[in-house]
């Protein structure tokens, strides 16, 4: 079974920085899709940020040139580094990992940035 568990959420002020991250426990293959999801509140849950097998990473136009996703596969922990934070970047941030057909989801953490 698969488990994610995300860290590093907290208060931040507009300008600032933090990096979360994702470690997962379980089988995890090579061939996989890991994402960034966040939820404001009274919004739908978006896709952020997503590292795919080979490497390939994609952002929403929202945090392009600020976040920055890598992951560290002998540790299978996936990171979120979030510099320029503004305060429409708080949410609850979820990890999720696609492999073989199935996905999982984190716990989230909450990410708030006060102006």
């Known amino acids: 079974q698969v488990q994610l568990v995300e860290s590093g959420g907290g208060l931040v002020q507009a300008g600032g920085s933090l990096r979360l991250s994702c470690a997962a426990s379980g089988r995890i293959f090579s061939i996989n899709v890991w994402g960034w999801y966040r939820q404001a509140p009274g919004k739908q849950r978006e896709l952020v940020a997503q590292i795919i097998g080979g490497g390939t990473t994609n952002y929403v136009d929202s945090v392009k040139g600020r976040f920055t996703v890598s992951r560290d596969n002998a540790n299978n922990t996936v990171y979120l580094q979030m510099n320029s934070l503004k305060p429409e970047d708080t949410a609850v941030y979820y990890c999720?990992?696609?492999?073989?057909?199935?996905?999982?989801w984190g716990q989230g953490t909450q990410v708030t940035v006060s102006s």
């Open positions: 999720s990992l696609h492999q073989l057909g199935r996905l999982y």
